[in-house]
């Protein structure tokens, strides 16, 4: 498979098709997507503007690839230094990293409901997010209460403010909720919700 960059430089390639550059910006994010990739699909599309056909406005492809590579940049720069530290730490026999690799992304399983800001900006509070279930938002500067959000096998308690998840719990699939839940992930995939 190719990297991030390749792909990210096809979403860049007036040459190709929109359809092929839409192709590469969903590759992009198989590899970074930092609330999953279903909420940072329709995240970018909803930020770039993103039409239905990607010919009716090709460039938009182009604004989105770019906001998911400024994120990807934000991490690679805090990982980077991350990892000098830890080289140092195992050198000096240190087995537990201190602190922990920064988080790559936060959980949001409603794909529409996912936080408004930049992801470059939402990318900063994320790598400081704690590993393993959270207690609070890490994203929200202030406290929002808490919601549930079930997708048909996990009750999850989001942030009512931006809808990362802090928990879930599995629960007996419930085919209603399933059902519902699929259809409304194939209009945000046509991008048409």
Do not use: N
């Not at 988080?103 to 900006?121: G, S």
């Amino acid at each position: 498979m190719a990297s991030f960059t390749t792909h990210r430089l096809r979403a860049h390639d007036p040459a190709r098709s929109p359809a092929l550059r839409f192709a590469a910006l969903r590759t992009c994010l198989a590899e970074f997507a930092p609330y999953g990739f279903r909420a940072t699909y329709h995240h970018l599309c909803h930020s770039a503007g993103i039409p239905p056909e990607p010919e009716q406005d090709p460039e938009a492809v182009v604004r989105a690839v770019e906001e998911l590579h400024a994120a990807r940049e934000v991490w690679t720069a805090g990982f980077l230094v991350w990892r000098g530290a830890r080289r140092e730490q195992k050198a000096a026999g240190v087995r537990v990293p201190e602190p922990p690799e920064p988080r790559r992304r936060l959980w949001c399983p409603d794909p529409e409901f996912h936080p408004a800001a930049p992801l470059p900006v939402v990318m900063r509070r994320i790598m400081r997010a704690p590993a393993g279930d959270l207690e609070c938002c890490p994203v929200c500067p202030e406290v929002r209460g808490t919601r549930t959000w079930h997708d048909g096998f996990t009750e999850h308690t989001l942030c009512a403010g931006c809808g990362v998840s802090l928990a879930g719990r599995a629960t007996e699939p419930a085919p209603g909720v399933v059902a519902d839940r699929a259809e409304r992930w194939r209009l945000v995939w046509r991008r048409r919700a």
